[in-house]
């Protein structure tokens, strides 16, 4: 009898620090997704006037550059951030929707949207092509926007800022 209380209290052990291993594993896809979204977030916002306005101000052509750089990077990187063991959203602990879980093929082709337009992004400001920056900004905000609002739960309050920034700023003079 002490053998089997033994055996059960060595795989219960094993499955617990299993299972806080996956939860925490789940937990740092999930900080990690934030950070880099987080991340892309602030450089479209820094590199958004300049695109549209082309103004030589403080913020600089070298600067547009490297941000448009550094969001095709975090895209890349972020890609693969999905995996089915991060879905923590019954718990509230992510904000992504399970939609992102269920139909992962839609959710790739949106996010290939947004990299492709981030790398475009990259290119027109790399050959001083302006016009080519301003479609692929818009491109962008597009892509980002519509997988938010597919795959993206928000508050009420968070809803009517992220809309107005993804829909407008960023997509107002789109063809």
């Known amino acids: 009898m002490s053998k089997i209380i033994t055996t059960l209290a060595i795989i219960l052990v094993f499955a617990t620090s299993a299972h806080t291993s996956d939860f925490q594993n789940a937990l740092n896809a999930i900080e990690l997704r934030k950070s880099a979204m987080q991340g892309i977030w602030s450089r479209v916002k820094r590199l958004a006037p300049y695109v549209e306005f082309n103004e030589n101000i403080e913020y600089g052509p070298e600067i547009a550059k490297q941000d448009a ?87 009420t309050s968070q809803l009517a800022n992220e809309a107005s920034a993804w829909a407008g700023k960023y997509t107002k003079n789109c063809n």
């Open 69 to 155: 750089k550094e969001i095709s990077q975090l895209l890349k990187r972020t890609k693969e951030l999905w995996p089915s063991y991060s879905n923590l959203s019954h718990k509230n602990l992510s904000n992504a929707n399970p939609a992102v879980w269920v139909l992962p093929e839609y959710f790739s082709k949106l996010y290939d949207n947004a990299e492709n337009s981030a790398l475009m992004l990259e290119r027109s400001l790399e050959n001083d092509n302006l016009e080519e920056s301003d479609i692929a900004m818009c491109n962008l905000g597009n892509a980002c926007g519509t997988c938010h609002s597919a795959f993206r739960r928000l508050l």
